[in-house]
């Protein structure tokens, strides 16, 4: 099936029946978990939407697949020996599906939406700036979307490298679809998503890609 499924039932049915049931045990446990979430399909699988991105999933050959990655410290160590290779979670199908543990992880990213809403509303206390003005560094003379780099580096923890690699496995999408991937499901900020995105279109580079989802290779 190449076609984007416009719900959530039509991508639960574009599968064998036993990863159907697995889905929608799955899709219970995270509407449960999040009942004022709103549910739409976001980036061809079925997400969770309540004052930002909660939760995305989606069936794979072996496994299940569950987006964004884990920031609670506290579910760091619980989830672990699900982690995949892009901080994502897998849980392969032939283990008992961890459904405590998938509704784990959802409360807290309800949580840390709902914490970081309140945080932006919240008016803004800056304190006056005791540092020269107009002093030219090494960094400052950078310019175009390479002069946020150290910026997102710090901020994020992660290497431009990285970043490049998340925006080559999300396919032929248009600028702004990436910018808009790497704010609700990375949760970077519109300038430094907008410097990713316009650095890697303008580059170009070769980037390894994904395993195939299971709906790619069950027969039509």
């Known amino acids: 099936m190449t076609a984007v499924p416009a719900t959530v039932d039509e991508y639960i049915e574009g599968f064998p029946p036993g990863i159907q049931a697995v889905l929608r045990e799955v899709r219970a446990t995270v509407r449960l978990a999040a009942p004022l979430a709103e549910e739409r399909i976001s980036y061809r699988m079925p997400a969770l939407f309540q004052q930002g991105a909660v939760v995305y999933y989606g069936a794979f050959k072996k496994h299940l697949g569950l987006f964004p990655p884990v920031e609670d410290a506290v579910l760091l160590a619980q989830v672990a020996a699900y982690a995949g290779p892009k901080s994502n979670l897998q849980f392969p199908y032939a283990q008992p599906m961890p459904h405590a543990l998938i509704a784990a992880v959802v409360q807290a990213r309800v949580r840390s939406n709902v914490a970081k809403a309140a945080a932006r509303a919240r008016p803004s206390r800056r304190q006056p700036s005791l540092e020269p003005r107009n002093v030219m560094t090494a960094e400052s003379q950078v310019t175009g979307p390479a002069s946020y780099f150290p910026s997102i580096e710090k901020k994020y923890g992660q290497p431009i490298d990285h970043w490049m690699s998340v925006l080559s496995q999300a396919g032929d999408l248009k600028h702004m679809e990436l910018v808009s991937l790497l704010k609700t499901v ?35």
């Open 186 to 220: 990375h949760g970077l900020g519109h300038g430094h998503a907008n410097a990713l995105v316009a650095w890697h279109l303008g580059q170009k580079k070769p980037w390894p890609w994904q395993p195939t989802p299971a709906q790619g290779a069950r027969s039509t």
